[in-house]
T-cell receptor, first 111, second 113 residues
Framework: GESVGLHLPTLSVQEGDNSIINCAYS??????FIWYKQESGKGPQFIID?????DKRQGQRVTVLLNKTVKHLSLQIAATQPGDSAVYFC??????????FGPGTRLSVLP | DGGITQSPKYLFRKEGQNVTLSCEQN?????MYWYRQDPGQGLRLIYY???????QKGDIAEGYSVSREKKESFPLTVTSAQKNPTAFYLC????????????FGPGTRLTVT
């Protein structure tokens, strides 16, 4: 079946450094992707999205890159802060169908 | 203040009892979803509803039931037939054309002993 997954289950970065979280997907028909941030015991929070007709999208301190050739997307967080510590996961949707979610990467920000 | 609310935040039940989890949204979204989250796994779809009085089974619907009598509400019942009900349950709703972005509620942690 189709899948969406992350390359690393955990990632530790120094405060102030940039973080890069990666995600791969299997279905080339996926047309829309969302990155979510989930803090412990809370619901996922929408961070940024990107459509398949785009390669890059920027938000506040976050950038999502989409490489459709290798079916890969990444979330870049600039100047990582302690409040960025959470689980991040990507979700991909196939033309009007439901989303498929990756298991998540736990980001730890070191002082 | 628009959003999705789920209640209660924590729920404890004895094995063999049915339990209903509440989900309400005031975003005027047509579509609503229920997911289950287990440690180390991606979200798994239980049920979804695209419109009032209509719903479809997701990937893991066995042991669960839903209703959609109002646009704002999509309650989930975890029945005694669900073999492993202890989990974190998340409700979501989906925005309108052209974005169709999906937003989540705060979740309900169900513990069955």
């Amino acid at each position: 079946g189709e899948s969406v997954g992350l390359h690393l289950p955990t990632l530790s970065v120094q405060e102030g450094d940039n973080s890069i979280i990666n995600c791969a997907y299997s279905n080339s028909a996926s047309d829309y992707f969302i990155w979510y941030k989930q803090e412990s015991g809370k619901g996922p929070q929408f961070i940024i999205d990107i459509r398949s007709n785009m390669d890059k999208r920027q938000g506040q301190r976050v950038t999502v890159l989409l490489n459709k050739t290798v079916k890969h997307l990444s979330l870049q967080i600039a100047a990582t802060q302690p409040g960025d510590s959470a689980v991040y996961f990507c979700a991909g949707r196939n033309y009007g169908q439901n989303f498929v979610f990756g298991p998540g990467t736990r980001l730890s920000v070191l002082p | 203040d628009g959003g999705i609310t789920q209640s209660p935040k924590y729920l404890f039940r004895k094995e063999g009892q049915n339990v209903t989890l509440s989900c309400e949204q005031n975003l005027n979204h047509d579509a609503m979803y229920w997911y289950r989250q287990d440690p180390g796994q991606g979200l798994r779809l239980i049920y979804y509803s695209q419109i009032v009085n209509d719903f479809q089974k997701g990937d893991i619907a066995e042991g669960y039931s839903v209703s959609r009598e109002k646009k704002e509400s999509f309650p989930l019942t975890v029945t005694s037939a669900q073999k492993n009900p202890t989990a974190f349950y998340l409700c979501a709703s989906r925005g309108q054309y052209p974005l169709y972005e999906q937003y989540f509620g705060p979740g309900t942690r169900l513990t069955v002993t």
